[in-house]
């Protein structure tokens, strides 16, 4: 007979926490930077992922979803395939004078992408770079299906008609948030918390009581925001864990899996609903293999809401669903990141060889 033990699991490092004074408190995820060999090709799988190009010279792609942003994905061409950051916008002249001051902030200067808007150019303590704006002006918001009308349960809401979605790539509507893999996990979490002003919704913690994952949501005071819009993954070295994209509802999670599959791109995990944040997602590979999630009807919370502490396991990311496949959370086996890697074993104070091997044993 199996005994199910409730133990309480309890988070035994100081971040990420909440900052009563935060020097910032971003309001939005505004946009992520990429840098691609061959802008036409990183073009083809982000238009059919669902995104919509706003412009593209010879060196630079910008695209957005439908929501009213003026871009959340910008792309420069450049030698070798890498995620560079991050862009938030904080609502303040004030909060962004005061980011500007912290050490290797460039000053205040126009930003001068779609949008405008001032911005200071930050590195966090993991090397992505963090581009924060103020006074970014937003754009027509895009035409875009409504979510199908459902029978659900005793409430029919379509009598004679048939569900019928368009077989097209499923509207992006907005960049929603993105998981970061970094090895100085202590600091990098406290720039985000202790500068940005970001606060925690859940934590999973690893037997020692240390984050392996926390999901971190702006702080809007009554507005709800979404679940995270940063994830902190414990990792070997820094990198891109994944990039998340909301969709109107389930069926075009679906209709996004079925014209990637048949466009012939690489599936990386879904469909499924995760347990933290509750998405139905569906995440696919790009030709670098940065994972790119579909996802919709996310949890909504207000800042009131304290953080959740729970034990990590591959189990307890989804509830439903395929399994989580091993290749989703791999390190990369390259000569250069196992020499990252054993670089920030020795170095990282959050690294050691016995997590290492718990990470391996729950992952690998
Ligand atoms: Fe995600």
Known sequence: ???????????STAEPRRHAEPTARAIELTHLVFERPDLSRAEAFLRDFGLTVVTRTDDVLLLRGTAP??????????????????GLAVASRDELLRLSRLAGATPIAPATYPGGGEQTVLSDPSGFVVEVLHGRQSAEELPTREP??????????????????PVVPPAVIRLGHVALEVADYQATARFYTQHLGLVPSDIQVLPDGSPAVAFLRLDRGAQPTDHHTLALVQGL?????????ELVDADAVGMGQRVLR??????????????LGSQIFDYWSDEHGDKHEHYCDGDLFTADTPPGVSAVSREAMAQWGQPMPSSFTRPSLSLRA?????RNLRRSPDLSLEKVLTLARLFG
């Open 1 to 11: 007979m199996t005994v199910l033990v409730d133990m309480k699991v309890t988070l």
């Open 69 to 86: 942003s003026a871009y959340g994905y910008r792309v420069h061409r450049a030698g070798k395939a890498r995620f560079v950051g991050l």
């Open 148 to 165: 199908l009308a459902l029978n659900v349960g005793k409430v029919a809401r379509r009598i004679n008609h048939g569900q019928r979605p």
């Open 237 to 245: 070295e820094p990198r891109l864990n994944h990039s998340a994209y």
């Open 262 to 275: 048949e466009r012939g791109y690489q599936h990386a995990w879904g469909i499924g609903r995760h347990i």
């Open 338 to 342: 196992l020499l990252a890697a054993a």
